[in-house]
């Protein structure tokens, strides 16, 4: 068995890849369109998991994060109930600075150099974890309290 990718439904296309892509960094290899189903899937792949090619998507490459769009207006919560997508990143601080000023807010602050939590324009609540060892504590990280839930 080998897993391949996580699907989470998104009200708006645009505005979920302005957060996926743009703010948060990840790339899209590939996009489905179906005019029957009235649909659209997008698959996301982090920046160090890229597929060199639309071939390579979903084989030997890194899983990937598929946004399934329905067209229409659909409203989705429940959020917390899917759990949780985790990403592993360079330098937690960095990420959540670099975030926090394209106007995410971080719900769980980086406190312990390790761990932080975001939550998407659909309410999906993303885990950023450090790279290897924890970060030494670092404010204004390390005083920082949570908003909201994550």
């Not at 150099?113 to 939550?119: K, V």
């Amino acid at each position: 068995m080998r897993y391949l990718h996580a699907m989470v439904r998104v009200a708006n296309l645009d505005e979920s890849l302005d957060f996926y892509c743009t703010k948060f960094g990840m790339k899209e290899v590939d996009r489905k369109i179906n005019e029957e189903g009235k649909y659209t899937l997008v698959f996301l792949a982090a920046p160090n998991d890229t597929p060199t090619n639309v071939e390579d998507v979903g084989k030997e490459a890194a899983p990937l994060l598929e946004l399934t769009y329905n067209w229409g207006d659909q409203t989705y919560s429940g959020g917390r109930n899917f759990g949780h997508l985790a990403f592993e990143v360079e330098n937690i601080y960095e990420t959540c600075r670099k975030l926090s000023e394209q106007g995410v807010v971080i719900n769980r602050p980086p406190r312990d150099g390790t761990m932080a939590f975001i939550r998407s324009p659909d309410d999906i609540s993303i885990e950023l974890l450090q790279k290897g060892k924890s970060l030494p504590r670092e404010e204004p990280w390390a005083s920082m309290s949570n908003t909201g839930s994550w």
